[in-house]
């Protein structure tokens, strides 16, 4: 009985320590990006970057606003990972908004992937996005711990 009660115990605890160090990954605070800085993740054996190639915002008057965001994920790593991307932008008021995803499919080791995203604006929220906001990229592979990485944008620099 006491052999159980210690083995109840050891799988409890290794429960709870994966559990609070996936809900600590999601929390922890994260720096942001400029849009020319590459984001790097290395965990559980996998080792990957993502780019933001270009954004571009199309609107006319009346008429939502529509942000498109191209981004490149590289392997630099030695294990094939296979990768889904949910951008949202967030204005300074902290109001989200969703993208399309992305799926970049199985990127092989030394591999690349691109893919394209919209996010679509109503004309009255688009007045919290005129100047800045921060595009947030989570890349989610078939585990279940995620990546999440933020960028700064300035929309006045935008081409």
Request: with cysteine.
């Amino acid at each position: 009985m006491r052999k159980y009660l210690i083995l109840i115990i050891l799988v409890l605890f290794l429960l709870v320590t994966g559990c609070t160090s996936y809900i600590s990954n999601l929390t922890a605070p994260k720096s942001v990006l400029q849009l020319n800085q590459t984001a790097t993740f290395e965990q559980d054996g996998y080792l990957f970057e993502v780019t933001v190639d270009h954004i571009s915002v199309t609107s006319s008057p009346g008429n939502p606003q529509t942000i498109t965001v191209d981004m490149t994920a590289t392997n630099t790593g030695e294990k094939g990972i296979s990768l889904m991307a949910y951008p949202r932008i967030t204005d300074n008021a902290g109001t989200d908004y969703p993208g399309t995803s992305i799926f970049l499919g199985t990127i092989n080791p030394g591999g690349r992937a691109s893919g394209k995203s919209s996010i679509t604006i109503n004309s009255d929220a688009a007045n919290q996005l005129r100047d800045n906001g921060l595009l947030s990229i989570r890349l989610q592979d078939v585990k279940p711990m995620p990546w999440e990485a933020t960028w700064y944008v300035d929309f006045h620099k935008l081409p």
